[in-house]
DNA sequence: GGCCATTTAGATAGATCGTTCTAGTAGTTC
DNA sequence: GAACTACTAGAACGATCTATCTAAATGGCC
């Protein structure tokens, strides 16, 4: 079976986007990393790069938002679990010579002005992880206003975390991004459990 | 003087680079909106695109710094003046259709793994961020060792909700990254007044 | 006016981009 | 084994990219 192909294909332009973007990696190198032919490509997704693209990115944020659910389960203490989670990111970062970040903030800020699709699929990534974060917030006993609002703070300072770190080629901004959600939630969780 | 279309030049590459990143910008989509030829580019620019690329990362850094340098300055209260700016920073969202956000962010997530001249580029107006609100924040009593986590913090912030901002269409994550980065100021303040 | 460096102007080159095209191979079903 | 679908394979195309090149206009200085 083929299907397979279609899945190294997946697989390569997930990383090529993580670590260049949409628009500076070309579908050549996408497909030389996958060892598949130009015809693989445009079987499989008949509407060229651009779909190639928006599916990248929905199943890279997928993927990448159950990574995030594995640290922050229901079976671990939330605290922990989101100290660890930015611990494996700057780790992961160390290892990887600071390429393997967010898989979809690059394409996010480079297409968002320019094309809807994509954006479209970026927006669709960003809310699936703010909701279930949310939820996952509340069972600790949060309000769900209190509770997104610590999940977008908590997203918001790993992206930014990954522009930095990756630009200085230091895990300091992963550490420190890292710290302040802890704290955050951690203040939050006691205020909760005052009541 | 001619020399106002070099100004010019990086002008609009500046707003590009920044809406749409270096790679998905051209060198004739920037000559066009400058309303300059060919030939003036690479008289300013010897090094072409790549050396356009870096002195307009630098350029559009340096001023961004001065903006938010103008919101904290020292004769504002700091918490005050960091949130005018993120609320500074939403509506600006609102203006431009949610295309003006951070000027380098973009590059330099997509340059930072492939262009070390670029990355270092963008490297050092992080730093010269960093420093600068460092040495602001010391002068409200802190350490440098807070002020420093607490400067790094609120620039992740920052560049986190302009990723989810510019992807969701919303104001929200700059919002909510605002007032976490308002809270954290505040109680370091207040536990730095405390002794 | 004559001279010289600076800047403008755009045609052109050569590489690379995404896409299309035709042809061929594997695998399944009748 | 014939017919059909799914997939592989890569040459070729037109568009677009950055960069180069030659020639001309411009502006201060003698």
Redesign the interface.
Known sequence: MGNDTKERILDSSGELFR???Y??TGVKQILAEAGAPFGSLYHFFPGGKSELGAETVRRSGFLYGLLLGEYAGPEVELASGIRAFFAGAAETLRET???D?CPI??V???????DEEM?LA??DV??AWIDGGTARFVEEGLSAETAR?LV??M??????????S????ST??VE??G??SV??IEAALSQAADR
Chains 1, 2 share one sequence.
């Open positions: 670590r260049q973007g628009m500076g010579d600071y390429a970040a903030a690059t996010a800020l480079e297409m968002s002005s320019s954006r970026c927006a960003f809310e609002g977008i703070q997203i918001c300072g790993l992206e930014g975390a990954f522009v930095l990756r630009a200085l080629r300091e901004p420190r991004a710290e302040a704290a955050a």
